[in-house]
């Protein structure tokens, strides 16, 4: 789910890393039983868990998996890493969508996005929109103004992760 960052409450923050790519921050929430993100457009989400502990998920929605974090990592590749001590595995959360970039009034689609224009005259709108798996965050329409669009770019994040696990011993 998405929460304001101003109202986030966080509940044993363990482990914190940031990923340079999408500007993101991942935060492993302990008590709270969950991995959450802090984008850089200011949201604080919920990446993986959804409260209770345990084990299951590998293989569905990361949202719903049960996991116990104590630390996170980010790969080369987006690949988000929990260290889920209480199963003694790590859990590999598939790769996270980057934000949007643009440049003047050449929109740039969102990372497994798209836009309706590529190139916009001054006065016309950009639509952002996601492929499918995939929600935006922010303004979908933005207008050109002087060579400068409207507002903030959105961005593409994943509706849903794939949890995947190694043991560890």
């Known amino acids: 789910g998405?929460?304001?960052?101003s109202n986030a409450l966080l509940n044993y923050t363990v482990g914190i890393a940031f990923d340079p790519?999408?500007?993101t921050l991942y935060i492993a929430d302990a008590y709270n039983?969950?991995?959450?993100?802090?984008?850089?457009?200011?949201?604080?989400?919920?990446?993986a868990g959804n409260?209770?502990?345990?084990?299951?998920?590998?293989?569905?929605?990361?949202?719903?998996?049960?996991?116990?974090p104590s630390d996170v990592a980010v790969g080369f590749n987006g690949t988000v890493?929990?260290?889920?001590?209480?199963?003694?595995?790590?859990?590999?959360i598939g790769?996270?969508?980057?934000?949007?970039?643009?440049?003047?009034?050449v929109a740039v689609a969102p990372a497994y996005g798209y836009v309706t224009?590529?190139?916009v005259p001054s006065g016309s709108t950009v639509t952002y929109g996601c492929s499918a798996g995939y929600a935006l965050v922010g303004i979908a329409n933005r207008t050109c103004f002087d060579g400068t669009l409207s507002g903030a770019?959105?961005?593409?994040?994943p509706t849903t992760g794939l949890v995947t696990s190694s043991t560890g011993t």
């Not at 998405?2 to 960052?5: A, G, I, K, L, N």
């Not at 039983?33 to 990446?47: D, H, K, P, Q, Y």
């Not at 770019?153 to 994040?157: I, R």
């Open 2 to 5: 998405f929460v304001d960052c």
């Open 21 to 23: 790519i999408s500007s």
């Open 33 to 47: 039983i969950r991995l959450r993100a802090l984008l850089s457009v200011g949201v604080v989400r919920t990446v």
């Open 51 to 68: 409260g209770t502990n345990g084990f299951a998920g590998d293989g569905g929605p990361a949202v719903d998996a049960l996991l116990g």
């Open 81 to 92: 890493y929990v260290a889920d001590v209480g199963n003694n595995r790590v859990r590999a």
């Open 95 to 105: 790769y996270v969508a980057p934000p949007v970039a643009d440049a003047g009034c």
């Open 117 to 119: 224009a590529a190139s």
């Open 153 to 157: 770019a959105p961005t593409c994040v």
